[in-house]
């Protein structure tokens, strides 16, 4: 009997694979198409075990479809750009480029060992330049159907870096790299209209069946449909040309509760005062040097000035209302402009405090038998809730329930009067694309001075990155590079220059799917290809991915159908999307001599103890994989030691895969053996003869096929832990199994099909064992036989004084009463009764058991 030796027969059989090009999807109108997408890595140089489970999960469903007859496309490529390869480029020296192919090739290398059903033919680089040129056709085909204009934008600009600043890279209002102070610059940007297709985005959630819940909530509220009322306040010594102040407001039910109205320091008005008065600049040049996030500017210091405006309320004109310039104020939601009720709103209640301002309660419980017309000062602030009838104030003092019912009032009244108008608005902004970066898709235009801002010609794509760069200085290399920045223009021919800001990754990394189906192809898509592959079948990622990159996907094949690059069909990219847990591991912590935390590898420690010096250390509970705390798990050292299919399938065993799940070294090093196990039983199988059949053949087939059922229903369910449950259910019952030979060789190549998408080598060397033809992996997925299902026989569990003791198989009809005389003459009965008579015998039909002494 042989070992089993994963070092030696797992690279056996990805060579025969390549060979055989097993995996090359093929677009054949004779069979159905399932096309399957992990979300694809930024090549930062190693995988890690997140990246192991991420593409097993992908890569069981692949090999089920493909042995079911599916032609599968399972392909593979690389978000490529980005600051990280240009910050390496920084601080070490070299080129982002050779730096970011250097590490694709490294995690190329070490994802094959795993044995991926990949058609790695597909494979590419979101900075190929055969990838962004055509990315740069679409932009103008985008460009040319007004999905694309320029406008200009306030932004978080590093000083000292010179660039604009993702909101995730602005750190305590600084600059993630320089550490300088975070200022909002008004840049002219480019933007694709998304929020144009807000309504459209939010009400095709409801059909995404297939896609966890949980996601489609994240989207809805990102989108953020509200309905509110517009109207406007007439303003009292505001400068000429700014005699009505716009506002949007959700909550027109508390306009009795005004007590000021604040404008955006980006407000044009806000801009109007800041050119003629050196206080008021002073102070908007304060407010600009928070960040720009909705989060940034809600936690930091409630900060105003007042105007000297006063504005009129609507429902009153006698009563006048300060305007503030106020920095929690967004110009792009609404119209930059609000009314406070402090009464009703935290936010507005931190405001007033502050500058003094009254503070009055629009609501009143309706046993309160005061006036309707009277404005009760509120102590503190009363947050709104769904709590009980109230009269509203001032709207005809309808008795109605706070919340939706209000608002829908609210809006009724003042559209009768004509004071406003019922407006649908969505929290979506257009998407800025514009980064003032090298390493990066070139947006593919040019500016000249006769034609104004026109498009490169499409012969001329791609627009190609120049390699002679350098990042001595800080900002964009592109504005420093004259030889690549100035050009002709493409219409007049005139001197011009190019844009040098380049595209958000985002937009590399929201039509990859697409590029797939034709990924050589010159241009974006071709029609036959998307026609045939298109949808994604199944779409697998983390969850936090759950928003922007899924939301830009989404609008990308919206935008992509109107130019002519996707089918109808594809408006909605993705038919089914799992979103997978992660991979966690301990954490072992020593403590330096000035008490600071020192981190070890898992290689390092043994027992609970540094295996260098047998320092203890201190085991912190299980927590996300990270360098900095040194809780990886190298994937290449447990291939090293146990094979790949090791680590497939523990990644697969322990828990459900939307769940988090616990690497351990005990549990990898049980995985091993289990599967060793099975390798031995099938060596003795296949070593074995004969044997008369009998009843055990029978008992064994319906186990089969039972194994059969359940692990093709988890894997079609994504209860991948359940698969393996089965796996093990099987074994345990063919290591026990006294049925024939053949029974049992029939058993384990059934087996060795359904072990096949998790367990992909053992699977083969098993299948060559047993005399299968050809490829397990190409061999028809087994199909479970109807009549072998049906339970002729139940095992019932026995308790004796609620603990369990045993257990018995009867037929599934048997009578209670013949159920009572087997029960009373099992061996563990009987021991437990001593020769008395039991105190009860309870018999559930179907489930258990119950003896009591």
């Known amino acids: 009997m042989t070992r089993y030796e994963p070092s030696q027969t797992e690279t056996k059989w990805q060579a025969a694979w390549d060979e055989a090009g097993v995996f090359t999807a093929r677009h054949d109108p004779s069979r159905p198409k399932y096309y399957v997408l992990e979300m694809f890595p930024y090549p930062s140089g190693r995988i890690h075990m997140g990246h192991v489970r991420n593409y097993t999960m992908g890569d069981v469903v692949a090999r089920t479809k493909m042995a079911q007859g599916f032609s599968v496309l399972h392909p593979m490529g690389w978000d490529a750009f980005g600051m990280p390869a240009e910050n390496a480029a920084m601080e070490r020296g070299g080129h982002p480029k050779d730096w970011t192919y250097g590490n694709i090739a490294d995690m190329r290398g070490q994802m094959k060992p795993l044995g991926l059903s990949i058609d790695w033919s597909r494979e590419f680089a979101t900075c190929d330049p055969e990838y962004y040129g055509q990315q740069q056709a679409m932009f103008i085909d985008m460009l040319e159907a007004g999905l694309v204009y320029r406008k200009n934008a306030v932004v978080n600009w590093d000083p000292v870096d010179m660039t604009v600043l993702a909101n995730e890279q602005v750190i305590d209002g600084c600059g993630w790299r320089s550490g300088a102070p975070v200022e909002r610059k008004e840049l002219t940007q480019w933007f694709f209209r998304i929020s144009d297709f807000a309504g459209d985005l939010l009400s095709a959630l409801d059909g995404l069946k297939d896609w966890p819940e949980k996601v489609r909530t994240m989207q809805a ?27 949007y407001t959700t909550r027109p039910d508390t306009l009795m509760g005004a007590s000021f109205a604040a404008i955006s320091p980006d407000h044009p008005l806000a801009k109007h005062l800041e050119r003629h008065d050196p206080e008021m600049a002073a102070f908007i040049a304060e407010c600009r040097k928070g960040g720009t996030t909705e989060e940034a500017i809600e936690t930091a210091e409630k900060l105003g000035r007042d105007t000297g405006i006063r504005v009129r309320h609507p429902l009153d004109e006698a009563w006048e209302l300060p305007v503030y310039i106020a920095n929690f104020i967004l110009m792009d939601y609404g119209t930059g402009a609000i009314f406070g009720c402090p009464a009703h709103d935290a936010r507005d209640f931190e405001f007033a405090t502050k500058y003094g301002l009254p503070i009055h309660s629009v609501f009143r419980p309706e046993s309160d038998e005061t006036a309707e017309a009277d404005l009760v000062p509120a102590e503190e602030f009363v947050p709104l809730k769904s709590e009980r009838v109230h009269y509203i104030r001032g709207f005809a003092g309808a008795a109605v329930q706070t ?130 592959w298109m949808n994604v079948d199944q779409y697998i990622g983390g969850i936090e991915h759950a928003i922007l990159h899924l939301l830009y996907s989404r609008f990308f094949a919206r935008a992509m159908q109107a130019t002519g690059h996707l089918p109808a069909k594809a408006i909605e990219p993705f038919n089914a999307l799992f979103t ?48 900095s705390k040194k809780n990886v798990v190298d994937p290449m050292n447990i291939i090293a030691s146990f094979g ?32 060793a196990r099975v390798w031995r039983i099938a060596s003795e199988i296949a070593e074995g003869a004969g044997g008369e059949e009998g009843p055990e053949d029978l008992a064994l087939r319906k186990a089969a096929h039972k194994a059969v059922d359940e692990i093709t229903r988890s894997i079609e369910g994504f209860a991948f832990n359940k698969a393996v449950a089965a796996i093990y259910g099987l074994t345990n019952t063919l290591s026990k199994s006294t049925a024939s030979n053949g029974a049992k060789r029939e058993a384990m190549k059934l087996m060795a099909q359904l072990m096949g998408p998790m367990v992909p080598h053992l699977a083969e060397d098993i299948w060559a064992l047993l005399g299968g033809a050809g490829f397990v992996v190409t061999a028809p997925w087994p199909k479970a036989d109807p009549a072998l299902l049906v339970e002729d026989e139940v095992t019932l569990p026995i308790q004796i004084n609620g603990k369990r003791r045993g257990e018995i198989t009867v037929p599934k009809d048997m009578p209670k009463e013949e159920v009572e005389k087997r029960v009373l003459a099992d061996e563990a009965v009987l021991k437990a009764l001593a020769g008395a008579a039991p105190k009860k015998l309870i018999v559930v039909p179907g489930r258990i058991v119950n003896v009591v002494i």
């Open 221 to 247: 509220n990102w989108i953020g449909q509200s309905r509110g009322l517009q109207f406007a306040f007439s303003t009292v010594g505001a400068p000429e040309g700014f005699d009505r102040l716009e506002v």
């Open 403 to 532: 919340g939706e019912e209000a608002i829908a009032a609210a809006i009724a009244f003042c559209e009768e009067r004509g004071i406003g108008q019922g407006v649908t608005k969505y929290r979506l902004r257009d998407w800025g694309l514009s980064r003032q970066r090298y390493w990066g898709c070139p947006i593919p235009v040019v500016h000249c001075a006769a034609c104004g801002v026109v498009p490169e010609k499409k012969e001329n794509l791609p627009v190609r990155l120049p390699d002679d760069v350098t990042f001595d200085k800080p900002g964009n290399p592109l504005d420093r590079h004259p030889s690549w920045r100035d050009c002709a223009c493409p219409v007049c021919g005139a001197p011009a220059k190019r844009e040098t800001d380049t595209m958000d990754t985002f937009v590399d990394s929201s039509w990859y799917y697409a590029r797939f189906t034709s990924p050589r192809a010159a241009t974006p898509t071709v029609a036959e290809e998307t026609e045939y």
């Open 580 to 627: 997978q847990g992660m991979v966690t591991h301990e954490i072992y912590m020593t403590r330096d001599t000035n008490g600071r935390p020192v981190y070890h590898l898992p290689e390092e420690v043994e027992d609970g103890k540094l295996r260098a010096t047998g320092e203890a250390v201190e085991i912190i509970p299980s927590a996300k994989m990270s360098k």
């Open 644 to 675: 790949a299919d090791t680590a497939r399938f523990f990644v697969m065993s322990d828990s459900p895969p939307e769940r988090d799940v616990e690497w351990t070294a005990a549990g990898a090093e049980a995985t091993s053996k289990f599967l």
